[in-house]
């Protein structure tokens, strides 16, 4: 560990002076001091090592232990990933590094609790990107926030965040990687995080028995992926709740580890690093400079998606199957959403030009490389061009004002099959598999909340840090309302902020507020917000959404209960074909 320091205590600074404003925490391997931070009274623990991992290798339990004290003051390493410089720096992370398995810690000081022996419900992050991009220590998921608004309404929490591997050395493939079973790296290292935080949570304050884990996007796939691991077979009880953002499960059943397109980007990996050739490309590999190696990973011509794959082992069958079977622990609850337009991410990524029937046609084909012919049609029998209202931000018939849109960031504008692309992307990437997964745990007599965010941040279109996208809906556009952050917090360019209407702070607020109740106690309606309808289970007689949603009007709210039955046809596909209709994953 880079950042080892044993400090005796007397050097700390501050320490004659407020004794009790020094954070310190025994954990297995040794003490940690932390930090105490005054602008929000919260004691933070950073750059924690979790486990242990050389490049390309499974990771496990962090071994060392000390005498004495070491710093946890300062945000340590993170993995490669491309993250940008700015991210970066404004985060005031080390650097990039092979060895980046930490995790950080933020509590609300002692001093600001009420019940001082009462351990804390413990919300554990897990951050999106596309398993090809993200870190811990983000300010993008600066949890600061939420946990002082916990503190304020009388249920405190604790937050932790941490690092994964992403992109080839996360997720590689190829037959070496198979052989050698280096499979889901990144699955692995956040599954020894959560075994971490069962052993040691509770040094730090913090209830090992009241977790929950909390993510977005690629974040939320990976607690489905959690909750499947090994076949839904061990007894590990890592988390008991999992609020999950925009992600679930659907996108990779069909994907192996050394199905073609792996196997040549492993072949062009080695070329890159001089490995061809190598008696054992593997440890060619793990002795490779790093950035040679990352650089590989990412080069455009040959990538394929590195990814999450059934391995038969982590993964060990296509998940949406799996869930089906009913193949996972029972003593879990999940609250999770999508957004009206999750599918424009995708549909940018496939084919925003797409003008014809036919075009679409083709170009599903492409994409669903493993589909039959009479599945493509399925596709378009069940998501027409001229559907009235399916609750999009923004429906079919609005072509020209959503064209426009596009045309004034000059993106070309495939017109309504354009829109349906995005449909169809958007139910299959990350909507149908919410639904699915409500569904089945109702089944099951599980608890399963579910929302719908049906609210425009801000008027389009919206600038990210990778692209230009279309406002309304769209996949993120919930990120600032559920983490509470201030109108004017600096996002960095990744998410759009909360809209600047009293009405629209009012949601943010009231979203927050059920999430941090659902972290304390496991039920959202556990703190009360005026004007806000209870949030009805999820049941299979009566399936039903919280619809998040703000008017134009100052402080009115527009929350409200949806029934979850909307698009039956198509949202019924995804599940019936999860083999055939996979995105073949060189796009
Ligand atoms: C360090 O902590 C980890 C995680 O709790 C534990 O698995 C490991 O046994 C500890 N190692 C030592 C040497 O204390
Ligand atoms: C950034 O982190 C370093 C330790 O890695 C610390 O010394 C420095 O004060 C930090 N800078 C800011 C602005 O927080
Ligand atoms: C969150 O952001 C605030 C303001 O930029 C900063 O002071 C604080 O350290 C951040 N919190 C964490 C946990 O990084
Ligand atoms: C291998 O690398 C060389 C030089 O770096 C490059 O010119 C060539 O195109 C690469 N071949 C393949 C198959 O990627
Ligand atoms: C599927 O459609 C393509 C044209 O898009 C056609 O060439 C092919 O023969 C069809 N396959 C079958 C089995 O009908
Ligand atoms: C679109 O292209 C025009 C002409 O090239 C240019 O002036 C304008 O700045 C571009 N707009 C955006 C949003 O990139
Ligand atoms: C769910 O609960 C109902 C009513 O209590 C019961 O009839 C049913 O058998 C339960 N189903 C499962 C799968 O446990
Ligand atoms: C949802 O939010 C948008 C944007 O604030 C608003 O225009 C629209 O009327 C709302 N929808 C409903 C059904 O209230």
Redesign the pocket.
Known sequence: MQ?LQLLPLALLPGIWASCQKVPVATTRNGTYVGRYLAEFSQDLFLNIPFAKAGRLENPSPYDESWEGLRSA???GNICPCPASPRSIRNA?V?GKSDDCLNLNIIRPSQGTLKRKDEKLPVAVWLYGGGFADGFGADLNSNFSWIVQASVAQDMPIMAVTLNYRVGFLGFPGGNEVTAAGVTNLGLKDQRQALRWVQENIEAFGGDPHKVTVWAQSAGANSVAYQLLAYGGKTDEKLFRGAIMSSGSIGIGNAVRPNREDAVQGYQAILNATNCLGAEDTLDCLRTAPLDQVFDAGEATTTRPTWWPTVDGDFIAHPPSEQLEAGDFPHDVSILAGTNDDEGFVLANLLGPATGTEDELRQLLKTAFKFARNKTIEAVLWAYPSDVPSPPYALPMSATPRFCSALEAINKTCGGVQYRRLAAITGDYGLIHGRRDMARKFASLNMTAYTYRFDTWPISFPIQTQYETQPGFGGHSTEYSYFFRFPRDYELYGNNPPVAKSSSHLALSHAISAMLIAYVYTGDPNSVLIPNVPTWPKYSVDKPSNLVLNATEVPDVLNIHIEPDTWREEGMALWAKYPLELDLAMGW
């Open positions: 950042l003051e300062w945000y005031n080390t």
